[in-house]
């Protein structure tokens, strides 16, 4: 179960009113201000864990930067093909070049 004390960086706590804390090294940042060691008292209780995205695998075995680190991608901003039970997003990357195959 998904807590104050396990959330993983990313994670966002709601406000009651609007906005939200989101879980980070230092503590829980608000959407515009400052950091805190918890949530604030109008937190409504939920959390909401942070969408993890990854490339499509068939894809990298076919391209060329397969050995490259691709993790600066983002892969984010780019089109959704599947959703894995846990969450992760798989996204079509948009910087795939196909190898050469000999
Ligand atoms: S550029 Fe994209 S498709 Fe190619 S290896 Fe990296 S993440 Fe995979």
């Known amino acids: ?8 960086i990313g994670t966002k706590a709601l406000a009651i009113g609007g906005g939200h804390w ?11 201000g ?3 060691p918890r949530p604030g008292g109008d ?5 909401i864990k ?3 995205f990854q490339p499509k695998g068939s894809q990298c075995t076919a391209c ?5 680190p691709c993790s600066h991608l983002p892969f984010h901003k780019m089109p959704v093909c ?3 039970p846990d969450g992760t997003k798989v996204v079509i990357c948009r ?5 050469n195959v000999k």
């Open 22 to 32: 989101v879980r980070t090294e230092r503590g829980w940042k608000w959407c515009t």
């Open 95 to 99: 910087e795939f070049e196909r190898r």
């Open 43 to 47: 937190w409504n209780g939920e959390l």
């Open 82 to 84: 599947n959703t894995l």
């Open 1 to 8: 179960m998904l807590t104050l004390e396990n959330a993983p």
């Open 64 to 68: 060329k930067h397969r050995n490259g």
């Open 50 to 52: 942070p969408v993890n």
């Open 34 to 36: 400052a950091t805190f």
